[in-house]
């Protein structure tokens, strides 16, 4: 991994003569900073996270006695009660319900829009372009106060469906773009191919199409996921009925609720809930979040 | 990562973009019934979800903000730019803006500094013998420091604010067992002088990681001949960094600009979750939190919008301001690239 950054030739081994012994030295002290620097900051990531986790095993009590200490003993109360109290378990659900949901949806249509609009010409195309910037780069809270009237006029306030649709809608623009450029870059000739051998457009799209999008959806996918599964305004704004509470809407009920009303045992536990599966996650398909980072920076 | 994804990442990083204009629609095409029904649902179908939930409360809110609407009344007056001249005269929204504007300038640019030091440092910061490379254990760092990105924003402020708290917190407890005994309750989230400073801190430790990444990838796009020639040249790792690879990496430090601009001027989550009300003396109040406790709590949707506008105004300026900066200090001369 660490070595591929020059895949091409070795380099040349004739640093300027001479310099030799200096910059084996100069190399050491290179080294120490960076390594110190680096080490500093992954101490600043880490530790915060491994509190957390030793906190959630801790009661109310011995979270306040000491942040050091080990819990006295090892107990999944808090998970309990955090899961079923303070109903951290109804949220999940709801969660993936409306990631699941909208995740489908936003990868189906953004990748039929971003389709039509790389490889048909038709009068309006830059319109619609521009359209979607404008969606990418005006912030969502212009939109918020509107948004809440035009769910509550269609009667989808306060409902799963309501939600999802909305973040179909604001998870749009970003898919389309990505796609947009991948769309461009497949083969004329195979789309050729395919009305040759007598493929409507429907066809062509979905057996011949999309099937070659796989790796470009692949990319696009992890990122719409992690950001509508961090989404907090357009849920706190537009959803609340307190059966309907995503995750994270029941995190910010533990940040808004008075600090001695709050049990901070089940906050954390709360937390571990919500991190450990993604984090989980990322750390198997690391490898591939890297490359489509690295394909996202071609737009 | 094999070798294919990183010469992917070469492609996709500095490549030249393909220009090619799709040659399809100069086809004439009949207008079968596969084909229209084709465009209805491939382009009328997402258009119409994206024009009824983000265009159109886009065009209402620019309307809302001139008039008195409270949002549960049929009627309400037109009063033009009357909102717009109730903000400037309204102390705590512009205080509001001021918070904002600060955390819009320090957020952006210490998250970037950050990110290209360690995307330098993991990258090209090796040894300055033999192959052009990293320094040892790259990868580990990489993958600590994406942690915070699949974090959601919302847990990352309670985690912190969990971290800065007075007597239970782990930074204090940190402190006071080294011995700073000033620090013993104290209220970093609670004080005028540190509450601001403290929240950007947080929104930057979440930042890090994603930039460092997209930079990591830019950067493997530099040619590894032009960083041998810069060192046959006697440039050492300190003046390859600054002359060759954040000069040949603009286009990518101006997009991530952006992107953490916008970020940073919504700040919502982080500010909601870390101090409520707004901190002491609104020392981090920002436009948002402001604008939604107009509109969702006090039903003013006409004044809310108002600083929706504003808001919405502030983001383009800024973004124009980053294509200024980058024009103006050289961005144009890289013809090709730009």
């Known amino acids: 991994m660490t070595t591929v950054t020059s895949t091409g030739t070795p380099a040349p081994p004739v640093a300027a003569p001479g310099r030799n012994g200096e910059t084996a030295g100069g190399d050491r002290a290179v080294?120490?900073?960076?390594?110190?620097?680096?080490?500093?900051?992954?101490?600043?990531?880490?530790?915060?996270l491994l509190w957390t986790l030793l906190s959630s095993f801790k009661t109310s009590s011995e979270i306040f006695a000491s942040p050091f200490a080990l819990p006295a003993e090892w107990s999944f109360d808090n998970y309990v009660s955090a899961w079923s109290e303070a109903g951290i378990g109804g949220m999940f659900l709801n969660t993936v319900i409306v990631v699941g949901f909208a995740l489908v949806l936003v990868m189906l249509l953004g990748g039929m829009c971003a389709y039509v609009l790389a490889r048909f010409a038709f009068p309006g195309r830059r319109a619609i372009y521009y359209l979607m910037l404008a969606g990418l780069t005006f912030p969502v809270f212009l939109a918020i106060v509107p948004l809440f009237f035009v769910l509550r006029n269609i009667g989808m306030l306060n409902t799963l469906p309501g939600l999802i649709l909305t973040y179909v809608a604001f998870a749009l623009p970003f898919t389309v773009f990505f796609l947009y450029s991948f769309f461009r870059g497949l083969p004329e000739e195979i789309s050729e191919a395919a009305a040759v051998d007598g493929a409507g457009e429907w066809r062509t799209f979905f057996q011949v199409m999309l099937p070659m999008a796989r790796p470009g959806m692949a990319s696009v996918a992890i990122f719409n996921f992690l950001g509508l599964w961090n989404q907090f305004l357009l849920p706190v704004a537009l959803n609340t009925d307190q059966d309907n509470y995503v995750l994270s809407q029941g995190m910010a009920g533990f940040a808004s609720s008075a600090g001695y009303a709050?049990?901070?045992?089940?906050?954390?536990?709360?937390?571990?809930?919500?991190?450990?599966?993604?984090?989980?996650?990322?750390?198997?398909?690391?490898r591939q979040l890297q490359g489509s980072v690295s394909q996202g920076t071609m737009k | 990562m094999t070798a294919t994804d990183a010469s992917d990442a070469v492609a996709a990083a500095v490549g030249p973009r393909r220009r090619r204009l799709p040659s399809r629609g100069s086809r004439r095409r009949r207008l079968s019934f596969d084909y229209v029904s084709f465009m209805l649902v491939f382009l009328?179908?997402?258009?119409a979800i994206f024009?009824?939930?983000?265009?159109?409360?886009?065009?209402?809110?620019?309307?809302?903000?001139?008039?008195?609407?409270?949002?549960?009344?049929?009627?309400?007056?037109?009063?033009?730019?009357?909102?717009?001249?109730?903000l400037i005269n309204d102390p705590i929204f512009m205080r509001a803006m001021g918070n904002s504007i600060k955390i819009a300038i320090v957020v952006p640019l210490v998250t970037i500094v950050i990110a290209l030091t360690f995307a330098t440092l993991i990258t090209v910061g090796g040894s300055s013998r033999g192959q052009i490379r990293g320094i040892r254990n790259s990868s580990f760092y990489r993958v600590v420091s994406f942690f915070p990105y699949v974090i959601p924003a919302i847990v990352i402020a309670l985690i912190w604010r969990q971290m800065f708290d007075p007597s239970a917190g782990l930074l204090n407890g940190i402190l006071t067992g080294l011995g700073f005994d000033q620090f013993e309750s104290y209220a970093w989230l609670g004080k005028v002088s540190t509450a601001l400073p403290v929240t950007m801190f947080v929104i930057i430790w979440?930042?890090?990681?994603?930039?460092m990444l997209l930079f990591i990838?830019?950067?493997?796009?530099?040619?590894?001949?032009?960083?041998?020639?810069?060192?046959?040249?006697?440039?050492?790792?300190?003046?390859?960094?600054?002359?060759?690879?954040i000069p040949l990496i603009r286009d990518n430090v101006q997009t991530a600009f952006i992107y953490l601009g916008i970020m940073a001027l919504d700040a919502f989550v982080f500010v909601q979750a870390l101090n409520p009300s707004g901190g002491p003396d609104n020392s981090t109040l920002v436009m948002s939190q402001q604008l939604f406790r107009t509109a969702f709590t006090q039903g003013q949707f006409g004044y809310a919008s108002a600083m929706g506008v504003v808001l919405a105004i502030i983001t383009l300026l800024f973004a124009a301001l980053v294509f200024i900066i980058n024009w103006a200090t050289g961005g144009r001369d890289e013809g090709g690239r730009a």
């Open chain 1, 262 to 286: 709050v049990d901070f045992g089940s906050l954390f536990a709360a937390v571990v809930i919500t991190v450990v599966p993604v984090l989980i996650v990322y750390v198997i398909f690391q």
């Open chain 2, 44 to 47: 009328g179908l997402p258009l």
């Open chain 2, 206 to 211: 979440g930042a890090v990681g994603f930039y």
């Open chain 2, 51 to 86: 024009l009824i939930f983000v265009i159109w409360p886009f065009i209402q809110a620019v309307f809302y903000s001139m008039t008195d609407w409270t949002g549960f009344t049929a009627e309400f007056n037109v009063i033009g730019l009357g909102n717009f001249e109730k």
């Open chain 1, 31 to 48: 080294a120490t900073v960076s390594h110190t620097v680096l080490i500093l900051w992954s101490i600043i990531v880490i530790l915060p």
């Open chain 2, 217 to 245: 990838a830019a950067i493997k796009g530099v040619p590894a001949e032009t960083l041998e020639a810069a060192r046959i040249d006697g440039a050492g790792r300190f003046r390859s960094a600054v002359s060759i690879v």
